[in-house]
Every structure is written in structure tokens, then in C-alpha cells.
């Protein structure tokens, strides 16, 4: 039976949402889940197991937490079904999730895609989509609210937000989504008109679960 260890040690009503959707998923791929916040307990498993896939949920409780998944993954990066060591050959899971949908439904490469957010799923998604031939506009916290909101306006035909606050009231998000996509991945805009990427993520983290399960 293929396996996913979840570690989970900072409950927030996003995660916990992602998680029961993620166990549904699971279920349904015959996939194993053991939910823990033991650190000891889940490096235990995988040094008896080492094709047991492992992914942690973002923000853990602490940076000693976070350290160790970092050593961790780079003593075993095969079972890191997100790459979050930067070992394996995968890339970030929920970037390669958005980069999908967005090349199955934006296929001409003329297509302009606006990405607010240049953390560790910003750049990771900002590569993909320059890689594929798209013209792409990144914004971060330094560029100017009125800038990004008049180019992702007029220029845009896909906008991912990606910001970890929200940038866009609901007047300036409605006025937005008129005429462009938007993918929201956190809370960038204040609209009910946007997509989210859940779906597509957990598509990409079951299918690597299967692939590092076969390993074994």
C-alpha cells in the first residue's frame, strides 16, 4: 500500500482544510495517511521505511522544527514529496500544480500571466511560466500598490496571487477579475470571482506519493 506521513504541528483553519481534502484524495488512491506532530517518531519510521513519503505542512511551530526538516530531507530526499530540501527532483508542489492548469487552459504563449509574490512558490511558478514562453509580470511587497493594480488590469490574462497578506480590497479585485483569471492561492485578493489551486496541488502531491512509493 503506497504511504504519506503529514507533519503537522501548527493547526490553522487553511491547513486543516487542505489536510481533510488531501485524506479524501488519499482515500480514494489507496493511500495511507498518519497524521503526526511527532518529529522523533516520523524520522523513526522513514529510517525503517525509506520510501514512505513525508510532507510537512507550512508554518511548523518553530525554526528548530524547521531545521531539521531541512537536514532531514538531505539525508533522505527521496521520500520529500514537496522538495522543500532542494535534494530530489521534484519542484515546489503547489507552483507545478498552478504552472499545469494554467498550460492546459492558456495554451498560446502570448498569453500574459501576472504573478503577485516572489517567495518559494513565486519563483519557482515566475521560472516555470518564463521556461514555457509566456510574458510575465511579477510583483512583490516593494512594488507600488497602483503599478501592479493598473498592470495586472490592462495587461493580465492570468494573475496568481501568492501574497501571504492581502493586497487587493474587493472593489480593486472585482474590477480585476472582469477581464483576467485570477488564481489565488492565499488571501491576495478579496474576491469571490477566483480560482484556487487545492485541487491541482493535491493532484501533483498524489501522483508523487505513487512514484516514491514504487521505489520501494
Not at 12 to 22: A, E, G, P, V
Not at 25 to 40: G, H, L, P, S
Not at 104 to 127: E, Q, T
Request: aromatic share 10%.
Amino acid at each position: 500500500m503506497n504511504e504519506l506521513i503529514v507533519y503537522y504541528d501548527n493547526p490553522n483553519k487553511w491547513s486543516d482544510m487542505y489536510l481533510k481534502w488531501l485524506q479524501k484524495d488519499c482515500d480514494e488512491n489507496d493511500i495511507k495517511v498518519t497524521v503526526t506532530d511527532d518529529f522523533r517518531m516520523m524520522t523513526w519510521k522513514v529510517i525503517n521505511n525509506p520510501h514512505i513519503a513525508v510532507l510537512p505542512l507550512f508554518p511548523v511551530k518553530d525554526s528548530i522544527t524547521e531545521n531539521g526538516f531541512k537536514i532531514f530531507f538531505k539525508d533522505f530526499p527521496q521520500v520529500d514529496v514537496d522538495n522543500i530540501g532542494h535534494a530530489n527532483k521534484y519542484s515546489d508542489a503547489t507552483a507545478e500544480g498552478i504552472f499545469n492548469y494554467i498550460k492546459d487552459n492558456f495554451k498560446h504563449r502570448s498569453n500574459c500571466i501576472g504573478v503577485v509574490g516572489r517567495g518559494k512558490v513565486g519563483m519557482a511558478l515566475i521560472d516555470m511560466l518564463i521556461g514555457y514562453g509566456y510574458t510575465v509580470l511579477e510583483f512583490n511587497s516593494a512594488t507600488p500598490k497602483e503599478l501592479s493594480y493598473q498592470l495586472i488590469k490592462r495587461a493580465c490574462d492570468v494573475v496568481v496571487g501568492l501574497s501571504s497578506k492581502p493586497v487587493y480590497d474587493s472593489n480593486e479585485s472585482n474590477v480585476i477579475s472582469e477581464n483576467t483569471t485570477i488564481i489565488d492561492a492565499s488571501s491576495t485578493f478579496d474576491t469571490k470571482d477566483k480560482l484556487k489551486c487545492g485541487k491541482w496541488t493535491r493532484e501533483v502531491v498524489i501522483n508523487r506519493i505513487k512514484e516514491i512509493n514504487k521505489r520501494a
